[in-house]
């Protein structure tokens, strides 16, 4: 029963401390391998961490819904002339 309630008290902190951890896995990463740490290497593995991240996923389609799909709408109306 105490570890429920601690699990519901600690969510919000949790949840605001995934994107700082999942920031700071590439660079353990990098670190655990053996590579050099350089920007470019870095990128390449947060890039292979957040690729499946449905988190991520989700901001993408929001993005995809809110902004490219009003204006393919606006470009095919000033296109053809509909109003």
């Known amino acids: 029963m105490y570890i429920l309630s601690f699990l519901n008290i600690s969510s919000p902190l949790m949840q605001v401390l995934a994107p700082l951890i999942m920031l700071i896995l590439p ?10 740490v350089t920007i470019e290497s870095y990128i390449k593995m947060l890039k292979s961490v957040l690729k499946d991240n449905t988190m991520i996923k989700m901001i993408v389609s929001k993005i995809v819904l809110n902004f490219l799909i009003p204006l393919k709408i606006a470009s095919f109306v000033l296109k053809f002339g509909i109003i």
């Open 27 to 36: 660079f353990l990463f990098i670190k655990f391998l053996g590579m050099p």
